[in-house]
């Protein structure tokens, strides 16, 4: 075997889906968590409370991404229903933020979110899309607000809301 040499069983592609902003903004401020890195760790585990950190797994964008979409394919409800998750309280919380802080974003216009997948999920969200969506994008959409309204409460309430609004405090300026 050449040193060096990689195997891989899978091929991975560049994919970009039309998401609105506010999920992008959401997803960005659920990826830093998931990154991991010693400073977020440290405001989660010491400057939050949050005595859970060792339940929140360290994941890249495109793991991340893998993770949601198959929860959602994983729910026991059907795809139809879980759309109404858009319209969920903890959505709606989030959303009351950045009107808060006078940040304006688009419910129309969409922006591009770039993902690097693997073909299964390429066509696993394709398949989602064929049969329940519109616009691909949304089965994005629907994949981080099913992540959003899964998570437990004190997850929701200490550790998203602070990195969101981090991140919306940072978008605003």
Not at 46 to 61: A, C, H, M, Q, V
Not at 67 to 81: G, R
Request: proline residues 3%; negative net charge; contains cysteine.
């Amino acid at each position: 075997m050449v040193s060096g040499t990689r195997i891989t069983t899978t091929s991975a592609e560049n994919k970009t889906y039309k998401v609105l902003p506010f999920y992008a903004l959401l997803f960005s401020a659920i990826g830093m968590i998931h990154k991991r890195g010693v400073i977020n760790d440290f405001v989660i585990k010491d400057y939050l409370n949050y005595s859970k950190l060792e339940e929140i797994p360290k994941l890249i964008r495109p793991k991340l991404v893998e993770k949601m979409v198959s929860d959602l394919l994983n729910s026991e409800l059907p795809i139809e229903p879980l759309s109404s998750r858009f319209n969920c309280e903890r959505i709606a919380e989030l959303k009351e933020m950045t009107h808060d802080i006078g940040l304006n974003l688009s419910d129309t216009y969409r922006i591009p979110f770039n993902v690097r997948l693997n073909e299964k999920m390429v066509d696993e969200i394709q398949a989602l899309h064929k049969n329940h969506t519109e616009k691909l994008g949304e089965i994005i959409e629907l994949s981080i607000a099913n992540y959003v309204l899964e998570v437990e409460e004190d997850y929701f309430n200490v550790v998203i809301k602070f990195f969101f609004y981090q991140v919306i405090k940072a978008e605003k300026n």
